[in-house]
Nanobody, 130 residues
Framework: QVQLMESGGGSVQPGGSLRLSCVGS????????MAWFRQAPGKGREAMAT????????YYADSVKGRFTISLDNTRLTHTLQMNNLKPEDAATYYC???????????????????????WGQGTQVTVSS
């Protein structure tokens, strides 16, 4: 199983930026998906962005489109989440995750449910306040 570790969380003012990184260790033998989830107190874990290892097709939650960018370095099993124009509602614990793609009619897509991921980082806190 792949081990994941996040870094880069912190506290910023509204409108600020943060860059989260997730470094993986362990062997990967097939196509995979990497994702960033977040969980605010009292809420469920929600996918913010996913990326597929082969074609780098990305998914973004509507709430972060145009502000967040996910990228993947396959050779290092590392992916990042660049977060710009942060809002107070972005405050949460952010988790990176690795999972397997779904296959439907011969097409691959990355899951957005937490159950689609089997490796998780420990989480990094993001605070957005003035």
């Amino acid at each position: 199983q792949v081990q994941l570790m996040e870094s880069g969380g912190g506290s910023v003012q509204p409108g600020g930026s943060l860059r989260l990184s997730c470094v993986g260790s362990g062997a990967v033998y097939s196509q995979y998906c990497m994702a960033w989830f977040r969980q605010a107190p009292g809420k469920g874990r929600e996918a913010m962005a996913t990326i597929h290892s082969a074609d780098h097709i990305r998914y973004y939650a509507d709430s972060v489109k145009g502000r967040f960018t996910i990228s993947l370095d396959n050779t290092r099993l590392t992916h990042t989440l660049q977060m710009n124009n942060l809002k107070p509602e972005d405050a949460a614990t952010y988790y990176c995750a690795k999972g397997s793609p779904d296959i439907s009619d011969g097409a691959f897509s990355c899951p957005t449910a937490p159950s689609g991921y089997d490796s998780w980082g420990q989480g990094t806190q993001v605070t957005v306040s003035s």
